[in-house]
């Protein structure tokens, strides 16, 4: 006997073999137990997903000798026919080949008669939006109002183009794509019975490659046996599909993660060398990055595709949320632009590099490695420039309040080194005009380490005459001094202030306020971090913490990242401590709270010292400027 492919031999012949589109299902199952049919039927939907099959299963139910049901028998002589192809009241019309209105005439032209052998005729026309206009409209009067044993099955892939007259005609069916869960749960029973040996890996790489259609899951799976040599190996699927190994794309984010640019080019070496699909790497560490957004932000909704629930629930730890999200914008405009780099391996490492080279402002957990990045005009003027630093020790962390909301008291009081430096502030600002002499400071008396980039004139200044243009420069050249000399007292305030919470924290100090105020001091990472930050301590005892979190912030919130919390702080404090998280409606400041109250209410002080600002005042008087106050941006 001959061998027959998976794809046919695997046809389903009952509604109850059938894997999926249970909600078109049960909508025919009620029809036929209850005698409620209606005379046209159209399936829609993309290639392999069940219209044909479900149209001939149909045909088998209305046509078995036992009686219309559900469940036909099977054993009949119209059950058989139909299943070999051969019932003579069972017309399959390909419309791709027969769309002439010549063609349609002669169909309906048998239409009057009477079925030969079964109970009802039923035509079957696969692929109808191929009939002609002319087609279309000779079916219309007798697909409306057939004889009553006639009834007619209508399958398409695009049920766009076909007219509202015909769709008004018939009851709709559309079948959605398999998911590749029901895909591997269906192949693993084909394999099964087939006696195949496989690896559980291989199948989810096939349900994938499918993109929804069974019958090309089916056809892959014949196809990678006969490469297998009558088994499925992970290893000989991936290649035999082109796929890369996700080792490779977990290499890369885990050098992502760790700001590891020297990984992230070895990595892409080694993909290199393997002749690797460069636009598919970037296909594959989307579909990565994708999962880990899920993890993070949805964990029970992760499935356990390719086995890597664990693997994408640990690396999840090591990424911020914010991270994943412009990563993966990062890699859909990379993967866009693909085709214009001079080289695939050139464009793929642009694309980690610009991963590696940007990270997401204003989130509640700092990056763990602060990358160099060029300092603005702007932050320069408003603070000493310093050198990039890393979070890895607490003699090196920087000393940022939007970094650190501890440096802050609750009610805002002002320390006596603060008030010093708004003294300061005031007395430089009380200082005597700018010098109104035409002379101007010689550009080798400028203090370049203070203010490195100068202020521009605005463009409404070019027709102004030499004096004015000196005026301008001399303006700026002050306010930017005057800036430099009154902010340094502040940082030299904040700085000492910081150091004060680098301390370690005993557990006898640890109470809501040490939590909220000093939270970041405790270090813990990712998605974790931005639980333990929406918590505020409910309760305390000797060997335990009780935690509680609103309902409304409970995203992050899983048995494994509670128990991780408890083994962090476990660590932190010495000692063996119980950590608890419930849920319940929130009346105290948390962490993430008071650090947001804390940078909009140095933002507020930050438009008001601009608003006051002498030299800000006179040089939007003397060049009829606008102060922006949106633009007004909080830097370390």
Not at 230 to 245: F, H, N, S
Not at 603 to 611: D, F, M, P, S
Request: proline share 5%; charged share 25%.
């Amino acid at each position: 006997m001959s061998y027959q492919v998976l794809a046919r031999k695997w046809r389903p012949k009952t509604f109850r073999e059938m894997a999926g589109q249970n909600h078109v299902l049960k909508a025919l199952v009620n029809a036929l137990d209850h005698d409620r049919l209606h005379h046209a039927y159209l399936f829609t939907g993309t290639r392999g997903v069940g219209k044909t099959t479900i149209a001939r299963i149909l045909a088998k139910c209305l046509n078995c000798e036992v009686g219309v049901s559900s469940e036909p028998c099977g054993q009949c002589n119209a059950c058989v026919a139909i299943s070999e192809g051969r019932f003579v009241d069972l017309l399959e019309v390909d419309a791709a080949s027969r769309t002439k209105v010549e063609d349609t005439r002669e169909i309906l032209d048998n239409v009057q008669y009477t079925p030969s052998q079964g109970r009802y005729k039923v035509y079957l026309i696969d692929e109808v939006h191929m009939l002609s206009s002319s087609s279309f409209n000779a079916l219309l009067k007798t697909l409306e109002e057939p004889p009553a044993h006639v009834k007619f099955l209508l399958a398409t892939t695009d049920p766009q183009k076909l007219p509202a007259t015909i769709l008004s005609r018939c009851l709709q069916f559309n079948l959605k794509n398999l998911t590749p869960e029901r895909i591997v749960d269906y192949l693993k029973t084909v394999l099964d019975q087939e006696m195949v040996q496989f690896d559980e890996s291989s199948l989810w790489l096939l349900g994938r490659a499918a993109d929804g259609s069974m019958r090309d899951a089916l056809s892959l799976t014949d196809q990678a046996i006969a490469f297998g040599s009558g088994k499925l190996g992970e290893a000989d699927v991936r290649q035999m599909l082109g796929t890369i190994d996700h080792n490779s794309v977990y290499r890369l984010i885990e050098a992502l993660a760790s700001s590891d640019g020297a990984g992230l080019l070895a990595v892409v070496a080694d993909l290199a060398e393997m002749g690797a699909d460069f636009p598919g790497v970037i296909s594959e560490l989307l579909l990565v990055m994708h999962r880990l957004a899920v993890a993070q932000t949805v964990p029970d909704g992760l499935d356990n595709s390719l086995g890597d629930r664990s693997k994408i629930i640990e690396l999840a730890g090591k990424l911020t949320a914010e991270d994943v999200q412009f990563y993966y914008q990062i890699g859909l405009a990379g993967r866009r632009d693909m085709g214009l780099a001079p080289d695939p391996r050139a464009g793929l490492e642009m694309v980690l590099l610009r991963m590696l080279a940007f990270k997401p402002q204003g989130v509640i957990d700092a990056p763990r490695q602060v990358l160099p990045r060029p300092v603005s005009a702007v932050a320069e003027a408003a603070a000493p420039v310093k050198k990039p630093q890393t979070l890895d020790s607490a003699d090196d962390a920087p000393t940022s309040i939007s970094a650190k909301p501890n440096v802050r008291p609750e009610n805002l009081t002002v320390s006596p080194s603060e008030k010093q430096a708004v003294e300061s502030i005031s007395q430089v600002q009380a200082q005597p005009a700018i010098d109104e002499s035409p002379d101007v400071m010689p550009a080798n008396d400028m203090p370049s380490d203070t203010a490195p980039s100068r202020v521009e004139k605005p463009a409404s200044s070019v027709g102004f005459d030499a004096a004015s243009d000196l005026a301008f420069e001399k303006v700026a050249t002050v306010v930017e001094d005057q800036q430099v000399a009154a902010i340094e007292p502040i940082a030299q305030a904040r700085d000492s202030r910081v150091e004060l919470t680098t301390e370690r924290i005993d557990f006898s100090q640890l109470n809501e306020k040490v939590w909220r105020e000093q939270f970041d001091v405790f270090q813990l990472p990712g998605m974790l971090g931005n639980l333990a930050g929406l918590c505020q301590i409910a309760a305390k005892s000797d060997n335990g913490v009780e935690f509680v979190v609103d309902s409304a912030n409970t995203a992050f919130l899983s048995d494994r990242n509670v128990e991780r919390l408890g083994e962090l702080l476990s660590a932190y404090f010495g000692k063996s401590l119980h950590v608890t998280v419930t849920i319940a409606e929130l009346d105290i400041e948390t962490p993430a709270g008071f650090k947001q109250r804390c940078l909009d209410e140095r933002l507020v002080l930050a438009k008001n010292a601009l608003r006051a600002d002498n030299y800000v005042n006179r040089i939007i008087a003397e060049f009829d400027g606008v102060l922006d106050e949106d633009s007004v941006r909080l830097v370390d």
